[in-house]
């Protein structure tokens, strides 16, 4: 299995043009909930 690194999307931040400002902030956590293979249809 290769190994993954975190990388920024922007590659710097923040970006600021024409008065705005583009910056990355953290998530936080993130949950995902999903059904099993085949088991789904019943929803």
Same mark, same amino acid.
């Given at each position: $299995? ?5 990388? #920024? ?9 024409? +008065? $705005? ?5 953290? #998530? ?9 293979? +085949? ?5």
């Amino acid at each position: $299995m290769p190994d993954l690194i975190a990388k #920024p999307a922007l590659g710097r931040a923040p970006l600021s043009r024409a +008065g $705005m400002t583009l910056a990355e902030v953290e #998530p936080g956590r993130i949950t995902s909930i999903a059904p099993y293979p +085949g088991q789904g249809g019943g929803l």
